[in-house]
């Protein structure tokens, strides 16, 4: 089954926005690891979504990290690092890490703005 670049973006956009609101299930449990995780494959979903509009396309880690420090930074997004927590398999919370609410919230926030920025540049693409 062909795919097109549309159903792609749809799909990524969908992926992320469950991601988001299952971090915010996980929030409201006091599930804080899980809240982190999941916020992070929003972030991971959305930022993929960068990639087909550059045109390149991939499930490579190594692009995707490129991709997101190249289109954050520059913007003075830098108060996480989404390079090197996109760099890390399992994500920023790992297998017995402590997760405090506060980081978890911070994350959250955090992908829920790279998701609204994504949103954005979806939109403005849109004829």
């Known amino acids: 089954m062909e795919t097109t670049p549309e159903h792609t973006r749809g799909f990524r956009l969908s992926k992320s926005r469950e991601k988001l609101e299952l971090a915010a299930i996980m929030l409201q449990k006091s599930h804080y690891g899980e ?35 190249r289109y954050f930074e ?19 919370a790992r297998e017995g890490m402590v997760i405090s609410r506060d980081k978890a919230e911070m994350f959250y926030g ?16 849109q004829p």
């Open 35 to 69: 809240a982190v995780r999941y916020s992070y494959l929003s972030m991971f979903y959305a930022v993929r979504m960068l990639l087909l509009e550059e045109g390149m396309d991939s499930d490579d880690p190594a692009k995707i990290i490129k991709l997101a420090e």
């Open 74 to 92: 520059p913007s003075g997004w830098s108060a996480l690092d989404l390079g090197a927590l996109l760099a890390e398999p399992e994500g920023p």
């Open 110 to 125: 955090k992908a829920l703005e790279v998701l609204s920025r994504i949103e954005k540049t979806e939109t403005a693409a």
